[in-house]
């Protein structure tokens, strides 16, 4: 098969076609007329779902004309999250660039000098530079910045933090903070790893240097240390859960004296993570914060006391089906889909958001209604294709056609 097909799939960015066109047999090391494979197009494209189609079958570690591997390639651009996927899926960190530079020190470099700097010392062009803000499914940002014809993204701190841990290097709480608090965009991903990369230490030192910034004046460094203990707790395997209470002592009386809504919403998260029942005591209150993620946060976490009939939590819940933000309105209904089955009132609320001006809400609420068999919902399920994987319902609809066939009750009356 001839390379120029699977070049221009990579090119467009036709994930589809790249995959039907390898499965056709076409050489997964393709290299363009200037000795680039497209594994490495992908990678200068930010292409995650191509990179990772083409990394199954492609040499991860094939070089360029211009001597970088796909690893490089992705480390120099900022790509955090294809480099943390080519990392895993095994591609070598002990190779190196022109320069002399491993994946290591060449993250390094771009963190010590610089994007900004960087990017103008490479194309040599002074003017402002182009920035926008990229977003991943997860909800994870960075930025991704454009100047004489180069652009890369945000990501090399990010990308250092998650490298040294390879490398037997362990900086310290203060150092991996103060890389988290240099950008102030809580969701961008070095939050996430420096978080992440304390969390996974194991070490009580790190619980007592988080819980210490409760009271600080800085609203990032709360947020900071509301985030550690969060995940900490969050992805603890032991099976006495020793950190669970410790979190729900630390953040009740936190959450309820906490005035920025960014910490706010992880100090919510962690009591709706938490298995100690006293975490939920101030959830429904959280449920009319002024801030929209916390309402949306706190709605999800009274899942488990809808289900258990807190007559508390349940109303809460009801009243967020009317809510001012349509994210808020469909945690609700996909926690009203929890409610015991004499409910009668829960089926109502569901019933009133099949008329909502947002798609989500009302296909949320349709679902959640034949999950309970209750039809008033179906006529908006028929509209939609259960068929198209590409649909951001599609699992949605799975769960209800698997419901169906369950239950032969609803499957003849869906007939």
């Not at 070598?92 to 290591?104: H, S, Y």
């Not at 070095?190 to 600080?216: C, F, K, Y």
């Not at 959450?255 to 920025?260: G, L």
Request: net charge negative.
């Amino acid at each position: 098969m001839g390379s120029e097909p699977l070049i221009a799939a990579v090119q467009s960015r036709d994930v589809k076609a790249v995959t039907a066109l390898l499965e056709a047999g076409a050489d997964p090391d393709t290299v363009d007329g200037d000795g680039t494979p497209v594994l490495c197009l992908a990678v200068d494209a930010f292409d995650l779902p191509v990179v990772e189609v083409l990394m199954a079958s492609a040499q991860l570690d094939c070089v360029a004309a211009d001597g970088r591997t796909p690893l490089l390639r992705a480390i120099d651009r900022g790509a955090y999250e294809i480099t943390d996927a080519l990392i895993n899926h095994g591609a070598k960190l002990w190779l190196t660039v022109t320069q002399g530079r491993d994946a290591l020190t060449l993250a390094r470099h771009w963190h010590e000098t610089g994007v900004v700097a960087e990017l103008r010392r490479r194309s040599g062009v002074s003017e402002p530079v182009e920035c926008k803000t990229v977003r991943s499914e997860f909800g994870i940002t960075c930025e991704e910045l454009s100047l004489g014809g180069l652009t890369v993204r945000t990501g090399h701190t990010a990308i250092l933090t998650a490298l040294e841990p390879r490398y037997g290097i362990t900086p310290s709480f203060d150092e991996l903070m103060s890389r988290a608090l240099a950008e102030p965009d809580v969701d961008h991903e070095v939050w996430w790893v420096t978080t992440s990369v304390l969390q996974q230490r194991h070490d009580p030192a790190i619980w007592e240097a988080a819980a210490a910034l409760r009271d600080r004046q800085d609203p990032l460094e709360r947020y900071f240390g509301a985030e550690v203990l969060r995940l900490v707790n969050l992805f603890d395997e032991s099976d006495d859960a020793p950190f669970d209470r410790l979190l729900v002592d630390l953040f009740l009386p936190w959450v309820a004296r906490e005035p920025d809504p960014r910490v706010t919403w992880t100090l919510t998260a962690g009591l709706s993570d938490a298995m100690d029942p006293r975490a939920e005591d101030p959830l429904p209150a959280l449920t009319r914060h002024r801030d929209g993620k916390v309402r949306q946060r706190a709605v999800s976490g009274l899942h488990s006391a809808v289900g258990a009939g807190n007559s508390e939590a349940l109303v809460a819940v009801m009243e967020r089906t009317r809510d001012e933000d349509a994210a808020v309105r469909r945690a609700a209904c996909t926690a009203l889909a929890s409610t015991p089955t004499q409910s009668t009132a829960a089926l109502d609320a569901l019933a009133a958001c099949l008329s909502d001006e947002d798609e989500n809400v009302r296909v949320t609420a349709a679902a959640q209604l034949a999950l309970r068999d209750d039809p008033r919902g179906d006529e908006i399920l028929r509209a939609l294709d259960p068929a198209d994987e590409n649909s951001p319902y599609h699992w949605l609809l799975y769960d209800v056609r698997r419901h169906h066939r369950l239950t032969p009750q609803a499957s003849a009356t869906e007939e």
